[in-house]
């Protein structure tokens, strides 16, 4: 199916930029890909309103409130001070946020709200998109 052909290829792709990585720049980008993207979707649950009146997405968009936001980018802020100082990660941490939410913007077009599926889907690209950027840079 189209889905476990997507999941192999984001794993491949995963496995490549972190092969590609060397150093210190790997580690960073081990710890800000995951984080990154995850604080996304929690600016995506905040931002966005559920799809479904029952399912996985409705049981954390509209129920996740700017606190919970303001919680995550506490966990997010020494990452961003660490990279502030390097302006392509500072970039990054501009585009991929931006990214996310056009993508929530599309998707919610589309299908009148997001699902889990749609929160999953947003994680696994940020992440993927967060690699790639790093990759590009480094």
Excluded: N
Aim: proline share 4%; glycine share 6%.
């Amino acid at each position: 199916s189209f889905g476990s052909v997507a999941l192999a290829l984001t794993l491949i792709l995963k496995l490549t930029f972190l092969e590609i990585l060397t150093g210190s720049s790997r580690y960073l980008a081990l710890l800000a890909a995951p984080v990154l993207s995850r604080w996304t979707v929690v600016m995506l649950a905040v931002l966005f309103k559920p799809a479904r009146r029952q399912g996985f997405g409705r049981q954390i968009i509209g129920r996740v409130y700017f606190s919970e936001l303001a919680l995550a980018t506490t966990f997010l802020l020494p990452l961003a001070l660490i990279f502030a100082f390097w302006f392509p990660w500072a970039l990054l941490l501009f585009l991929l946020p931006l990214f996310s939410y056009l993508l929530a913007l599309y998707l919610q077009r589309q299908f009148s709200g997001l699902t889990g599926d749609h929160l999953g889907f947003s994680l696994e690209v940020q992440e993927t998109l967060c690699w790639l950027m790093i990759g590009l840079v480094l």
